[in-house]
């Protein structure tokens, strides 16, 4: 087993169905990895605040950008304390009994500060690290930001010192005394699956490898 991000804290401890907890650095990065968004909740002083972005992960960090004027951006920097989520549903679970109907999932909750990433060369790689996990080998293919809009734009990460995980798989967990409901019992299996490019009409190139891959 590799590494725990840390020992679980007061905010990371996972009490209910502590079972599903996982603290495994392996796992955090996997379901990172395998997300397209994430959540960053946070207080501004005078109202809560849950706000979906982009994210990506580097390392033992969580990166996440956006614009200087943005609320997110601004609050983040003021080291405003934050938890980010990310959660894939895998499955309905259909129980005997309403009350023992669940979910299939796996889930990160991460908390901390965020802090910028300084330095134009670190800000490109990091941006550049996220055009290639959108589609690798994409950065490539596509004009790389302009100073214009680097100078625009704050990139951001929060190291994942602090976090656990949680997931929940198998079938329902159905009470002795309800087994004998003739009811449908099992999973409703779900998954993000990718579809087919749709290439704009005005789209002249042959289709890259990795946009064919996207769909293979």
């Given amino acids: 087993m590799t590494t725990a991000p840390s020992a679980p804290t007061d905010r990371t401890r996972v009490r ?36 979906p972005t982009a994210c990506w992960r580097d390392g033992e960090h969580l990166y996440i950008h956006g614009s200087n004027g943005g609320r997110l951006t601004r609050l983040l920097m003021k080291d405003t304390q934050a938890c980010v989520t990310i959660t894939h549903l895998d499955g309905l679970v259909m129980a005997r009994s309403a009350f023992n109907h669940s979910m299939n999932y796996r889930s990160a909750v991460m908390y901390g500060q965020f802090e910028a990433v300084d330095g134009d060369a670190a800000k490109r790689a990091s941006m550049a690290a996220f055009m290639d996990k959108v589609a690798p080998g994409r950065q490539a293919d ?24 949680k997931a929940r798989t198998g ?8 087994m004998h409901i003739e009811a449908w019992v099992g999973v409703l299996p779900m998954a993000l699956t990718p579809q087919a490019p749709v290439p704009e009409p005005d789209c002249g190139v042959a289709t890259p490898t990795y946009v064919a891959a996207w769909y293979a």
């Fill in 16 to 51: 209910r169905n502590a079972n599903y907890a996982d603290y495994d650095s392996a796992t955090l990065h996997a379901i990172i990895d395998t997300a397209w968004l994430c959540n960053v909740a946070f207080h501004d002083g005078a109202s809560t605040h849950c706000i």
């Fill in 142 to 165: 596509v004009r790389a930001g302009s100073d214009k809009e680097y100078a625009a734009t704050t990139v951001m990460r929060i190291a994942l010192t602090e976090a656990s995980c």
């Fill in 171 to 178: 079938g329902p967990h159905d009470d002795a005394d309800d």
